[in-house]
Nanobody, 124 residues
Framework: QLQFVESGGKLVPPGESLSLTCVGS????????IGWFRQRPGREREGVAC????????NYADSVKARFAINRDNAKNTVYLQMNSLKPEDTAVYYC?????????????????WGQGTQVTVGF
C-alpha cells in the first residue's frame, strides 16, 4: 500500500529555516513525480512544490518561489522540502503526495492517499 510519512515540522521564528522529510513506502519513489502540499488555517490544501522523477525539473507556487527547495533521494525513497526565510503565513500542516507536476499548483491533484502531515508553525 502506497503511503507517505511526513516529519520535521516544529515551531520556528520568522526568518529561520526548516527542513521537512517525506518517506514513502509500498512503492518505488523513482517512478513518480512528487509534490509537497500545505493546508493553512482556515484555507484549502494547496500545492507548494513539485519535482520530476529524476529531480531535474522543479515547480513552485509563487508564494514560496526562491525560498523553498524540493529535492529527492530515490535510493532512500525520500523527498525533502528545504524552507528558508520562513514567514508567519507559511504556518500550515505540510503533506506530500504523488502528483503530476505540469502546470500551475492549482492543477496539481494528488494521486496518493494523504499522510498525517507535519505541523509547521512560524512565530514566537
Amino acid at each position: 500500500q502506497l503511503q507517505f510519512v511526513e516529519s520535521g515540522g516544529k515551531l520556528v521564528p520568522p526568518g529561520e529555516s526548516l527542513s521537512l522529510t517525506c518517506v514513502g513506502s509500498g512503492f518505488t519513489l523513482r517512478d513518480y513525480e512528487i509534490g509537497w502540499f500545505r493546508q493553512r488555517p482556515g484555507r484549502e490544501r494547496e500545492g507548494v512544490a513539485c519535482l520530476s522523477r529524476n529531480g531535474a525539473i522543479t515547480n513552485y507556487a509563487d508564494s514560496v518561489k526562491a525560498r523553498f527547495a524540493i529535492n529527492r533521494d530515490n535510493a532512500k525513497n525520500t523527498v525533502y522540502l528545504q524552507m528558508n526565510s520562513l514567514k508567519p503565513e507559511d504556518t500550515a500542516v505540510y503533506y506530500c503526495a504523488t502528483v503530476g507536476c505540469a502546470g500551475r499548483p492549482e492543477t496539481w491533484f494528488p494521486r496518493s492517499p494523504w499522510g498525517q502531515g507535519t505541523q509547521v508553525t512560524v512565530g514566537f
